[in-house]
């Protein structure tokens, strides 16, 4: 009994020992209001979309933006993606939560308005990582693409 309790008690008392470091750096966290009010705003990026299956497409690129609001429901935000050049147009509703200092995004219902799961990163830079799927009318036919997103906040001072 002596030789389990000893090892036992020895890990107990190592798991109990804190950083005192690690207690300090976050001082001025969690932030007082919830995180869709604190992530929203316009982030402005570089769309890219390839045709969804191919093998052969190539990748195009344009400048848009991200538009996220503050919903009147605690962790959850609207994510309107607009970039003309390539047809988007697009928003869906989203589960947004603190992941850090920064926030992740996502809507994985197949019932949401962009019709396939999306999921997105916010940094605590403000720089912003999306990607889902959405369909284009092109002419007579609507292809399926693979639609990323990667810019940050212009009052951030960064963006890709």
């Known amino acids: 009994m002596k030789k389990v309790l000893f090892p036992l ?3 107990l008392a190592l798991t109990a020992c804190g950083n005192k470091e690690n ?3 976050y001082t001025d966290y969690p932030p007082t ?3 869709e009010i604190e992530a929203q705003g316009s982030y402005v990026g570089t769309f ?3 045709l969804a299956n191919s093998a052969t497409a190539e990748p195009e690129s344009a400048e848009g933006q991200l538009i996220i609001t503050a919903s009147d429901t605690a962790y959850v935000a609207h994510a309107q993606f607009e970039c003309e ?3 988007i147009s697009a928003g869906t509703v989203v589960n947004i939560s603190f992941a850090g200092k920064g926030f992740v995004f996502y809507n994985d219902l197949p019932g949401n308005t962009l019709g396939s ?3 997105g990163r916010i940094s605590e830079d403000r720089l912003t990582q999306a990607s889902f799927q959405l369909k284009i009318r092109q002419g007579r036919s609507t292809k399926t693409f693979d639609i990323s997103f990667s ?3 212009p009052d ?3 963006s890709e």
């Open 156 to 158: 951030s001072g960064e």
């Open 9 to 11: 008690l020895a890990i």
């Open 23 to 25: 207690e300090e750096e």
């Open 33 to 35: 209001s919830t995180p």
């Open 48 to 50: 890219t979309r390839i």
């Open 151 to 153: 810019g940050g906040k």
């Open 117 to 119: 799961p999306i999921s």
């Open 85 to 87: 050049p390539l047809g």
